[in-house]
Every structure is written in structure tokens, then in C-alpha cells.
T-cell receptor, first 110, second 113 residues
Framework: ELKVEQNPLFLSMQEGKNYTIYCNYS?????LYWYRQDPGKSLESLFV?????AVKQEGRLMASLDTKARLSTLHITAAVHDLSATYFC??????????FGTGTSLTVIP | GAGVSQSPRYKVTKRGQDVALRCDPI?????LYWYRQALGQGPEFLTY????????KSGLPNDRFSAERPEGSISTLTIQRTEQRDSAMYRC???????????FGPGTRLLVL
């Protein structure tokens, strides 16, 4: 079974600062996904990373994948309050099951 | 439809009753997934379908849980003889194969008293 670990679990950061969320996984994963979940809401897809070295950016968020290190990162640049949410990464195995991390709860404070 | 829909949105039931949770995926999506999400946790895989075929049910906790998707579109997750530990948010997601992202529904909040 693919194990997915995220850190930190909780992150409080000031507006305008940069930070990185880390996602480690235990065995080979075909793909890596990042999702955002607002309180009481469903999950919203952010990025799909399909290969080693993949980098994708959307606004203030940038995700990358290093399959050799079994590591994905979600980098936040110049945080704003609207980015406050819980962020999940998920990997898949060859059976196409999705395994989610426990999430990183991000709070951006003025 | 415009997105994944689930019904009911909230379900309160007494221990020992059976419940059926419905998922209506995005039109044309081949794959349909069921997850259970506890408070403060990530979604936990239960089962998934490609078209009407159940591809993997290894995540179903026990034989009280079952799922079907008879016509390759709408799916039902059934929990028989519910127990208090079954209380959770049950989420459905749909996608197309080939590494595409999953689109999640709003979930059904199940409370077993």
C-alpha cells in the first residue's frame, strides 16, 4: 500500500511570505496530485504531476515532483489570505487507487 | 451534468439500519470512485469502477459495505446494519482514465446514532 505523508500538518504564515509544503510517498507512484479543500467544502483539483521533474504553476502556487526522491512540493509565493485552506497530496499505484496524505492546514494571517 | 452530485447530503440513521448513498458523476466520465473522509483526515479509498465494472473493492472496510454502478453512470454505496463507527463523510469522485484528475462531489454526511 502506498503511504503518503505531508508536512507540516499545520502551517500559519504571514501574508507576503513564502513557504513550502512537502509530500513524501513510500513506493513508486505513477502520478502525484494536489488538492485544496476549504472548510465544509469538497476537494478541488490544483495540479496533476505526471513525470519526474514535472513542475506546474498556477498563480501563487507551484508544484513539483521528484520521483527518485519520492517527493513532491507545493510552494507558496507571497501568500495571501485567500490561500487559507487545507491542502492534500495524493499518489496512485498501478491499480489506480488514490492514496491521500493527511493534509496540511494553512492559515494566512495579515 | 455540470459536476458530481451526491444525495442525500445529510443522512441520520439509527444503528442497525441500512443506508444507500447515491453518486451521479460528471456525464461521460468512465471512472467513479468512493471515499470515506473522517474529520481532519484525507479521503480514504473505498472502491472504484470503470464503466459498470468494479475494478477494486479492497478499501471497503467489511462485507457490510457494497457498491454498484449497473449502467456505468450513477453509483450507489450501500451500508448494511450500520454501526456508529460508520459515521463519516462519504465522497464520490469521477474522472477519465489516463492520469486525469478526479472531480469530487459535495459528499454525504452520515451520522449513525
Amino acid at each position: 500500500e502506498l503511504k503518503v505523508e505531508q508536512n507540516p500538518l499545520f502551517l500559519s504564515m504571514q501574508e507576503g511570505k513564502n513557504y513550502t509544503i512537502y509530500c513524501n510517498y513510500s513506493t513508486t507512484s505513477d502520478r502525484l496530485y494536489w488538492y485544496r479543500q476549504d472548510p465544509g467544502k469538497s476537494l478541488e483539483s490544483l495540479f496533476v504531476l505526471l513525470s519526474n521533474g514535472a513542475v506546474k504553476q498556477e498563480g501563487r502556487l507551484m508544484a513539483s515532483l521528484d520521483t527518485k526522491a519520492r517527493l513532491s512540493t507545493l510552494h507558496i509565493t507571497a501568500a495571501v489570505h485567500d490561500l487559507s485552506a487545507t491542502y492534500f497530496c495524493a499518489g496512485t499505484n498501478t491499480g489506480n487507487q488514490f492514496y491521500f496524505g493527511t493534509g496540511t492546514s494553512l492559515t494566512v494571517i495579515p | 451534468g455540470a459536476g458530481v452530485s451526491q444525495s442525500p447530503r445529510y443522512k441520520v440513521t439509527k444503528r442497525g439500519q441500512d443506508v444507500a448513498l447515491r453518486c451521479d458523476p460528471i456525464s461521460g466520465h468512465v471512472s467513479l470512485y468512493w471515499y470515506r473522509q473522517a474529520l481532519g483526515q484525507g479521503p480514504e479509498f473505498l472502491t472504484y469502477f470503470n464503466y459498470e465494472a468494479q475494478q477494486d473493492k479492497s478499501g471497503l472496510p467489511n462485507d457490510r459495505f457494497s457498491a454498484e454502478r449497473p449502467e456505468g453512470s450513477i453509483s450507489t454505496l450501500t451500508i448494511q446494519r450500520t454501526e456508529q463507527r460508520d459515521s463519516a463523510m462519504y465522497r464520490c469522485a469521477s474522472s477519465n482514465p489516463g492520469g486525469e484528475t478526479q472531480y469530487f462531489g459535495p459528499g454525504t454526511r452520515l451520522l449513525v446514532l
